[in-house]
């Protein structure tokens, strides 16, 4: 493994961290162990180390060591400490989410939210990355890899807009709950359904079918369209005007749509160059079972595309479903952001990171793999879809000892890769 070996190991321990502080909420559901921590802040700090610590990172790097060996330079000093900034960034504010969750404190005269700057530095540091992916692509041709993570940076931007906006507010004398829970959602959704999401496909491209398609696929017009409506649907129900529901339910039906596709071509590219160029994966289930459990690179995509596709069927339903709104449905919006961030893209990020760095980086994988599966099924029975005469007082114990599972894998996974020779 290359000398950029540190960052996938610090973001790995952020992974490890985020995913104690998640089994930890739990327990406090549980069990109503807190340590006198506010579960709310708990959950913030959670999903902020998830996205600022482990995603985010790990997708710079390994997006700049595949544009590094796409262009034949080497892989940039400047990302190492892109990344590694953002990794401290991220562990920065972290205490602050836990202690305080977005709440602003006194500091002298003025009244700060504490995380919330911390976060915003965070953001200054990404931009950094854009610029040097910017400078690194310039004079490439345009290949479906490379528009693939044009348009995730620029989410990751836009993004970041609606996270600059709410800061806003305030100076601008707004105090409408309507704005500030737009801008979250705005922030939150396009950063997770279009930087996330879009730029795991880019890697899943990169991997499985680096030249095998031209760059671009109307599907891809169908994701840019919706995907800027959909932060309606994170909004109270009351908070949303009649007119934005039904564009938000269309767009959010146009993203599934258009992932359906590339979950579709991604899926036929995982058995292709088998025995030959282009030749397909033949023997059906058995075929397919076997090449996951073998040392088969391209097969550890086939799971993380399932998920992907559990998703977009959600939310295909959802988009559909008269008079179901998003934000009323708590534990069914966890168990849709839990197939998308930990089923498809933290998989996506463990397969990808298995092609760059080799097999040694990512000892234990199936056990991750299989224990992400787990809590993902742990969450079904906290939703309404799951059948009340199957309901009792296990639900809360049992999910919160399995979210302690991936928790125990990663951390396998980060001790194994220690080992020098990997
Ligand atoms: C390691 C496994 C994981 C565990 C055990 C876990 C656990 C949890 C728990 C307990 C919650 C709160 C549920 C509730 O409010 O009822 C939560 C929410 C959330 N998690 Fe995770 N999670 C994991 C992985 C991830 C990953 C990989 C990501 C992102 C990359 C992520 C992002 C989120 C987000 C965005 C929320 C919702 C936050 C909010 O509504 O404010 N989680 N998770």
């Known amino acids: 493994m290359a000398e950029d070996r540190w960052l996938w190991r610090g973001a790995l321990g952020c992974l490890i961290l985020a995913g104690l502080t998640g089994a930890f909420f739990r327990f406090g559901l549980g ?38 060996a796409l262009t034949g330079r080497p892989f940039s000093r400047a990302v190492k400490v892109v990344v590694g900034a953002t990794l401290v960034g991220a562990l920065a504010a972290y205490p602050l989410f836990l202690a305080f969750g977005y709440r602003s404190v006194a500091l002298g005269e003025a009244r700060v939210p504490p995380a919330a700057v911390a976060a915003g530095l965070n953001m200054l540091v990404w931009y950094g990355f854009v610029v040097w992916y910017a400078r690194a692509r310039r004079g490439q041709r345009l290949t479906r890899v490379l528009l693939f993570w044009d348009l995730a940076l620029a989410f990751l931007v836009l993004a970041s807009l609606g996270a600059w906006g709410l800061t806003m507010l305030k100076p601008l004398g707004i105090d409408d709950p309507a704005w500030s829970t737009a801008l979250t959602h705005l922030f939150l959704d396009l950063f997770s359904e279009g930087w996330f999401v879009l730029a795991v496909l880019g890697l899943a491209y990169a991997v499985l079918k680096p030249d095998g398609h031209k760059a671009g696929h109307w599907s891809l017009w169908l994701i840019c369209i919706g995907l800027p409506t959909t932060f309606a649907l994170g909004m109270p129900a009351s908070l949303v005007p009649p007119v934005l529901k039904v564009i938000a339910r269309l767009g959010s039906l146009l993203v599934a749509a258009g992932l359906l596709v590339h979950v579709w071509i991604l899926w036929g590219a995982v058995g292709e160059g088998k025995g030959g160029e282009g030749e397909r994966e033949r023997g059906g289930f058995g075929q397919v079972l076997r090449s996951f459990f073998s040392h088969d690179q391209r097969a550890l995509w086939r799971i993380p595309l399932v998920l992907l596709w559990a998703k977009l069927i959600v939310q295909l339903v959802l988009g559909l479903w008269p008079g179901v709104w998003w934000s009323e449905l708590h534990t069914l919006r966890i168990l849709y952001l839990h197939l998308m961030l930990l089923g498809f893209v933290t998989l996506g990020l463990v397969a990808a990171a298995t092609y760059v760095w080799g097999r040694a980086a990512t000892r234990g994988r199936l056990w991750l793999y299989g224990t992400v599966l787990l809590v993902i099924a742990s969450l079904m029975p906290l939703t309404p879809v799951w059948p009340m005469a199957w309901r009792g007082p296990w639900i809360l114990p049992v999910a919160a000892w399995i979210a302690l599972a991936p928790v125990v894998a990663a951390a396998w996974m980060l001790i194994a890769t220690a080992d020098k020779r990997g």
């Open 31 to 68: 069990y109503g162990f807190t340590l006198g921590l506010d579960l709310g802040n708990v959950r913030h700090a959670h999903s902020h180390l998830m996205y600022l610590g482990w995603a985010t990172p790990t997708l710079f790097v390994l997006m700049a060591r595949q544009l590094s």
